[in-house]
């Protein structure tokens, strides 16, 4: 078993489910940036602050939530990461508004802070392994996720199908999401106590500081690399718009 009591099982399947979602949202706009582009009329300089605004918005949210989640609990902020996303996805790329597609996508980053935090959280509320092997394959479905959602957008644009499908499908798996927060016994989890004033803090110890600078880099070099790498093998490479999108 994967958690330490089978009563978490429903829940811990819905976690992978939400990771594997993340994945795909958090791919989906690089797989499709040069059809966006060609459609949109964009300049690099607007699609690089569309795209900033998810992220920016990405770490005020988990910074939040990593406060907060052990007061409000998983179902709370699992749900609400769920409520941003559908709705960001339901209208993102409906027109060429610089301005609403990145305050849209500035939601959408929002909701994926909340859940990759709410997600993390309720595992290691679930589980009491110390091999980490739970939390592994929950940041495993989000790879798969990342992968799917270029090869979904690759199988689109050699359809020639609208690239906004891409968008909307996500949308209704991520509403039916929000409907299984609302439902599964996520407050089964439980709550955090308040850390005691004066206990020992995290940030005062060195390996703290690499790990976030370790996640730093990462991070950085795969939003960097991934999101632009579709724009790169259309334009420079002159691949067609579904190799484009299956680089990503």
Known sequence: ?????????????????????FGVSNTVIGATLPRILDDFGWSY????????????????????AGR???RLGA??????????????LAFFGSGPSIWLNLALNACMGAGQGLLEVGANWAVLRMSDERTGRSLSI???????????????AGALAAASAPWVL???????????????????PLDALGRDEARVAGGPSLSRRPAYWLGALALFLYV???HGVSTWSAE???????????TASIAV
């Open 232 to 242: 790169l093998f259309k334009r420079a490479l002159g691949s067609s718009a579904a």
């Open 220 to 222: 950085g070099a795969e």
């Open 75 to 88: 179902k709370t902020v699992l749900a609400a990461g769920f409520g941003l996303n559908l709705v960001a």
């Open 68 to 70: 907060l989640v052990g």
């Open 1 to 21: 078993m994967l958690t330490s009591e089978k009563r978490h099982l429903p829940l811990y399947l819905s976690v992978l489910a939400s990771f594997f979602l």
């Open 166 to 184: 891409s968008f909307r499908g996500l949308c209704a798996l991520f509403a039916a999401m929000f409907a299984a927060s609302l439902v599964l």
């Open 45 to 64: 300089r607007a699609a690089g602050a569309v795209l900033a605004a998810g992220s920016i918005a990405f770490f005020l949210s988990a910074y939040a």
């Open 138 to 152: 929950v940041h495993g479905a989000f790879a798969l996720g990342a992968v799917v959602g270029p090869v979904i």
